[in-house]
């Protein structure tokens, strides 16, 4: 059984991304991130043409979704998105992300993306200028600010990534959309709270949790540095 989604910019979301999981042992890891109170499971799906890396396809995704009890965060780093939605919805996606530099006709994918019953978002680059997103704002139900640039796991955190995450925000507040802002890339406790009160509210984390000796323990770090921010 899954978890529902817990859709409201009043709640921070940890999504570990298991890209930086080991995928010898990806149910072993799930579990250890769920006990440790994951919100959304991340996917990093990478074609090797979009982005210089190849990663995660479909299969894997229908088996995470066997196994895992929260629901699942796809990340498409690919060309053609179209093509292969309605497989990663079929496979188990709550949400789906798509990059507004690789999607020609992103109204017409974000209408797809929502018309399948998901969640559907936008993802920028860090050098897509937010004003990319001022004639789809109000049709997304989120952003995803990249806060490195996409490919792999464990790179720095470009920090101008913070006032980009504020200028989404009031970007979506002037269109009057409600949409949530997710930040990927980087993240971890050093940083998860500027984050936060930049505007973000889904955390996306691979390094910072997997890339540790307990990715349980990791995300309680996690989660303490993000709500920090929540506390008066
Ligand atoms: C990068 C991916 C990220 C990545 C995050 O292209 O989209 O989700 O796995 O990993 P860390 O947190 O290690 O930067
Ligand atoms: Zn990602």
Known sequence: MTTPLA?????????PSVLAADFANLGRDVAAVERGGADLIHVDVMDGHFVPN??????VVRALKRIA????DVHLMIEEADRYVDDFVGAGAAMVSVHVEATPHLHRTITHIKSLGVKAGAVLNPSTPVSSLAEIATELDFV????VNPGFSGQAFIRQSLDK???VRELL?????SALIEIDGGIDASNAREAVEAGATILVAGNAVFGTANAETAMHTLRAAATAALQP
């Open 165 to 167: 995450v504020r200028r």
């Open 54 to 59: 190849i990663t995660i396809g479909q299969p």
């Open 144 to 147: 995803l600010v990249m806060s």
């Open 7 to 15: 859709w409201s910019r009043d709640a921070v979301l940890i999504a």
């Open 173 to 177: 507040t002037e269109a009057g959309s």
């Open 69 to 72: 009890t929260r629901p699942l």
